[in-house]
């Protein structure tokens, strides 16, 4: 098979697109051809290389899949060749007591597909049969790659983990990223004043037709400053945050009294500076959340079934061209999810 793959560690100029062996489907698994495949910053991380991280080389990354099952294992009970599958891209044991409350992404085996394992930059991956969801049949192959990680993390940031209610106002940094662009819609649905940031007007006006209330052009304006104007000096209820460095004191300073921060990535840096007594003078919570469960992704498909959320894809690109496409996620030139078709 053809596949995108980096041997060792470093920029762009290490991708390559390569034959490789087909993967071979374990008795638990379906080998899936895959339709589409999106970026997520995780592959850019993966390829950089990470402090303490041992993603095994050679790598083929890639966690947003759609394809067709072409083979399963022989344990497999309902996949059959033909079925048009989404694939969720969390792998866990399915027995310890974090998999069996539904909280699978607090196990301790916990792997992301195209992470620690490899993935959809590629004509085939093999898959646990657990983690196929059927395609909802109107769905192209690159809006349905364009959806399971964004929005299974969006939705486990906003609704398991701050609990946002109908009224409540939200500040969602990074409206342009596949995350933040999922974020907007899951809170717009959920009933949440939105207050969406973005570097530019282009985005801020997209980010207003997926139903932001609020908009602020973080290269021209001080985030806090002006959600604090916008919401009449009170603050805002939640924060979504996955930028890190570069936002994080100053999301902190944007809360209402009693308000909450959730917090998924440090795209532009992990450390944060963070004043205590501002947190615990005004009661605040910062809470951590990292991917979500089958269950909550099943959720989010079947809202997008019922086109209640959409999936926003902003280019699509050749497989063999994976290193322009992870160029333009680098230079943050892209407005929802980068996919890619091999």
């Known amino acids: 098979m053809k596949a995108v793959v980096f041997h060792e560690h470093g920029g762009i100029d290490k991708l390559r697109y390569e034959d490789r062996p087909d993967p071979v489907a374990k008795d638990d698994e379906v080998l899936v051809h895959v339709r589409a495949c ?4 995780l592959d850019l991380w993966a390829r950089i290389g990470l402090p303490g991280v041992q993603i095994p080389l050679p790598h083929i990354s ?3 899949i759609c394809g ?3 083979g399963t294992g ?3 009970s309902k996949a059959r060749p033909g079925d048009a599958v989404m694939v969720s891209p ?8 974090y998999c069996l409350s539904g909280r699978d992404s607090m196990c301790r085996s916990y792997k992301i597909i195209g992470y620690l394992v490899d993935g959809g930059y590629a004509e085939l991956v093999s898959v646990p049969e657990v983690n196929l969801i059927p395609k909802p049949e109107w769905l192209k192959p690159e809006e349905a790659a364009a959806i399971p990680l964004v929005f299974m993390t969006a939705w486990h940031m906003l609704v398991t983990r701050a609990g946002i209610a109908p009224g409540e106002t939200v500040l969602i940094l990074g409206a342009g990223s596949g995350v933040g662009s999922a974020a907007i819609q899951i809170a717009n649905l959920l009933g949440a004043h939105v207050i969406a940031t973005a570097g530019n007007d282009e985005k801020l006006r997209l980010a207003k037709t997926l139903g932001a209330d609020e908009l602020i052009n973080h290269s021209q304006r001080d985030i806090a400053e002006e959600a604090r104007r916008i919401t009449g000096k009170r603050g805002v209820d939640v924060v979504f ?3 890190g460095s570069a936002t994080w ?12 921060l959730v917090t998924c990535g440090a795209t532009t840096g992990y450390a944060g500076q963070t004043d205590i007594r501002y947190v615990y003078s005004r009661q605040l919570s910062i809470l951590g959340s990292y991917m979500a469960s089958k ?10 079934r019922q086109r209640r959320l959409k999936a926003v894809v902003d280019k699509v690109y050749p497989l063999a061209d994976a290193a322009e496409a992870q160029a333009r996620m680098e230079k943050r030139e892209h407005f929802g999810k980068i996919v890619l078709l091999p």
């Open 38 to 41: 999106a970026l997520n910053h």
């Open 62 to 64: 890639g966690s947003d």
């Open 68 to 70: 067709e099952v072409v």
């Open 74 to 76: 022989r344990l497999v």
């Open 90 to 97: 969390g792998l866990s044991c399915g027995v310890c007591e």
């Open 241 to 243: 945050e996955h930028v």
């Open 249 to 260: 004191e100053k999301s902190i300073k944007a809360l209402a009294a009693g308000g909450r």
């Open 295 to 304: 269950a909550e992704l099943l959720k989010v498909v079947d809202l997008v």
